[in-house]
C-alpha cells in the first residue's frame, strides 16, 4: 500500500463509528483523522472519494508506508493490523527503517508470486472490474 488510493467506503468506519462506538477509531492520528473526515464526509455521497493510502509520499514507491503505520497513520484497519500481530509486526518495524532492504524484500516477493500458476483460456478471465467476477 505504499502507492495508490482507497475509497472512501472502504475506512469510514475508523473516522466516525470505530466498532459500532459512534466514535472515531481511538488510534488513528488525529490530523490524519481531520483530513480524512474533510475527504470523506459522514454521508453516503462521498463513499466513492478517494484518500491516498501512504498519505506522506503518495507517488512515490518507498518506505513511507511503514513509517506512516508507526505514527498510527495507517488508513486501513488491516494495515495498522501489521503492528498489533507478532507475526508481522516485527517485519513492519524492520521495513520502516531500512528502505534498502523493503526494496529487495519486495522485489523477490514479485519474483515468486510470478511464479504463482495463472489460469488461462477456458480456466481463466480478464476482469472488467478488478473487484468483481464476469457475469
Known amino acids: 500500500h505504499t502507492i495508490g488510493f482507497a475509497r ?3 475506512f469510514k468506519g475508523r473516522l466516525f463509528d470505530f ?3 459512534g466514535r472515531p477509531d481511538p488510534a488513528l492520528d488525529f490530523s490524519l483523522l481531520s483530513k480524512l ?9 462521498s463513499n ?17 508506508y511503514y513509517r506512516n503505520l508507526l505514527y498510527n497513520k495507517g488508513l486501513l484497519e488491516s494495515d495498522m493490523a ?3 500481530d507478532r507475526r508481522t ?3 513492519a518495524y524492520f521495513y520502516s527503517t531500512d528502505q534498502y532492504s523493503f526494496y529487495n524484500d519486495f522485489a523477490a516477493s514479485m519474483v515468486k508470486l ?3 500458476g495463472v489460469l488461462t483460456g477456458a480456466e481463466g478471465q480478464i476482469r ?5 467476477v464476469n457475469y
Open 37 to 45: 473526515q474533510n475527504t470523506c464526509p459522514n454521508e453516503d455521497a
Open 128 to 132: 472488467y472490474k478488478c473487484g468483481s
Open 48 to 64: 466513492s472519494n478517494l484518500a491516498p493510502l501512504d498519505a506522506t509520499s503518495t507517488m512515490m514507491f518507498d518506505n513511507e
Open 114 to 116: 510470478s511464479n504463482v
Open 82 to 84: 501489521l503492528l498489533s
Open 89 to 91: 509486526s516485527s517485519m
Open 8 to 10: 472512501c467506503f472502504t
Open 19 to 21: 466498532q459500532g462506538s
